[in-house]
């Protein structure tokens, strides 16, 4: 199975990451802006921050399907696939390849995402078992690869040729497909896929007892997995079967400090297989240095891991182990049980011992199964008799249980509806007390001479007003933890109106609203920025504009809602909104931005343009 791996890039001033969220607020190219979403969501894979590269991935999409560019769209599906993948989600991952693939074919498109897509579907057919469907997408993808001279793909087909003869037990043909393919990414110097090329290699010769060609192998690949292209899921394979190699080799001290580096972080990887392996190799380490104790707590991590996930093989191994581990502690009777389930698992026809054996087991687990049947059927009456009388006093206990349960629920209803009158009671005295605020801050505006500190207070008194129109909206509402969001913006802007008279008598509102209802954690922020952009547009965007309109867009899509302010005025220097920190209002919108944990876009497109993301539902990791 071929993996894939992330880079962790070094530390730069500034980082790639700032480089690319600067270059969004100048770029207006369609193309270049959805290029640097998917490099802004990859450098947040490489951080491990998911949600963030959920978030701009789908923003990338949703931009491509936007401007009509489906072979960006197409490498978006791929993005994501490769993360199902990562994931071991194999039937999303195999379902955003073939998205990605039904893209480029219809674009008569092939490039090395369609090659690694491939390389997706061949590598979830073989997961799931389906070794006739696996090969025919690995001798599609090698054909392609050839075709667009994409040397990265022929070595992953390589690859996954050679764990399909694995998987038959033809040793020498995967031997012989690994090989080839780490030739190649020698040769093409391949630092993506070079370390893992070597594993399949030197893994293979481990399994052969060849400990002469591994050993090098696997110190050539744990320097690749740490200076090439740095994995922590590849350094912790090296870490692993060096210890396993120096076991072979007999070299305790060796094997103990590797198997003890791997063991601080393969139990991270949910990689199941690594786990398993690693407790094996833990147990087996502790036997030899005879330490029995310790080498059943791991053989019995790692058989627990296996019968977890379904690993056979695996558990046949782990029970083979668990069996000598039980002997060398003295526990015959124990050992001879998990020998048996070895057995069970790896027997074979001409096993003609072990047949007889298990045969007059069961012919002696009848005749006990028939004296039982005897004996039950004996005490049958007695059975019926107290379990009626059982039944009886369980069907009283759950009758008391549950007129109890109905009296409580009563109970906590009343709560709930007395809890709802005092939040609703809460947000109205909030809301009084916002507008004595505002209404004081009105009065004190009309005694200030200074126009601008005059103008200052009526804006801080707007923000109030913002406030207090959530609170009124939530003691007048059923809910009383969201609201509706339209009407809430509509009586924004017509608060708005009423604050700036001659700005806004003749401004024309268009309003778009997905989404009705909001989270009252949310609303305040976004009223407030919202209360901070209309605010700015009517004092500067319609100075030289004989039909001014404000457009206000809230969408949600994928989790992910989009607020977008725009008006069609003179638009705003983005050069100086972005350079200029003396703006009590900018200060504000970003301290908003970041408590919604989003991210805010400027432009100018026939008038100044805002546009807000943000998580519906924020997690934190």
Known sequence: MFCYISAVSGIAQPTPLQQYLKQLNTTKNATEKIELYYNIANE????????????????????????NKPLLEAKGYYFIAEKFYLL?????????????????????????????ALNIMASTSLDNAEGEEALVLIEKQLEIAKEIKDSSGISMAYTLLAALYETNNSKEDALKYAIKALDLDRAIHNKTNLAQSIFNVALMYLDLHNTQLALPLLKEGLASATRDYPSKKDQSLAHLYLGKCYQLLGKKDSSTFFLNLARKSIPSLDDPDLTYRLYESLAQ???????????????????????????????????????TILAELGNYKEAYIQHIDF?????????????????????????????????????????????????????????????????????????????????????????????????????????????KASQAIRDSQQRIEA?????????????????????????????????????????????????????????????????????????????????????????????????????????????????????????????????????????VLNGTQFTLYFPKDITHK
């Open 44 to 67: 947040y894979n490489l951080e491990g921050n998911d949600s963030m590269e959920y978030i701009y991935n789908n923003i990338a999409i949703g931009l491509s399907k936007k401007n």
């Open 88 to 116: 071991s989600q194999n039937d999303s991952a195999y379902h955003y390849a073939q998205l990605c693939i039904k893209h480029y074919d219809n674009q008569n498109q092939k490039n090395r995402f369609y090659v690694a």
């Open 285 to 323: 380490n502790s036997l030899e240095s005879h330490q029995p104790d310790s080498a059943l707590l791991f053989i019995n991590k790692a058989i627990s891991t296996s019968r977890t996930f379904g690993l056979l093989e695996h558990l046949s191994q782990g029970l083979k182990l668990k069996s």
């Open 343 to 451: 057995i069970s698992l790896n027997d074979s026809l001409s096993n003609l011992k072990l047949q007889k054996s298990l045969a007059a087991l069961r012919v002696k687990h009848n005749i006990v199964q028939k004296d039982e049947k005897i004996a039950r059927q004996k005490l049958i009456s007695t059975y019926l008799i107290v379990g009626s009388f059982i039944l009886l006093v369980l069907l009283i206990i759950i009758f008391i249980q549950f007129v109890r349960q109905k009296r409580t629920s009563n109970i906590i209803r009343h709560q709930a509806l007395d809890l709802n009158l005092l939040m609703k009671e809460l947000h109205h005295r909030v809301k009084n007390n916002l507008q004595i605020i505002s209404s004081l801050m009105s009065l004190q505006s009309f005694r200030i001479k200074d126009p």
């Open 467 to 603: 406030m207090s129109l959530i609170h009124q909206k939530l003691y007048t509402n059923q809910n009383i933890t969201e609201i509706n969001i339209k009407e809430f913006i509509t009586d924004l802007v017509d608060n708005l109106k009423n604050t700036y008279c001659d700005d806004y008598v003749h401004i024309q509102l268009n309003l778009k609203v997905e989404n009705e209802t909001l989270n009252v954690d949310k609303a305040i922020p976004l009223s407030l920025i919202i209360n901070e952009l209309v605010s700015n547009a009517s004092k500067h965007a319609f100075k030289k504009n004989t039909n001014p309109l404000l457009t206000i867009d809230l969408t949600l899509a994928n989790n992910i809602i989009e607020l977008v302010v725009a008006d069609n005025g003179e638009g705003i220097n983005i050069e100086d909104w972005n350079s200029k920190e003396d703006s009590f209002g900018k200060e504000l919108i970003k301290t908003f931005v970041k408590q919604l944990k989003g991210f805010l876009h400027v432009e």
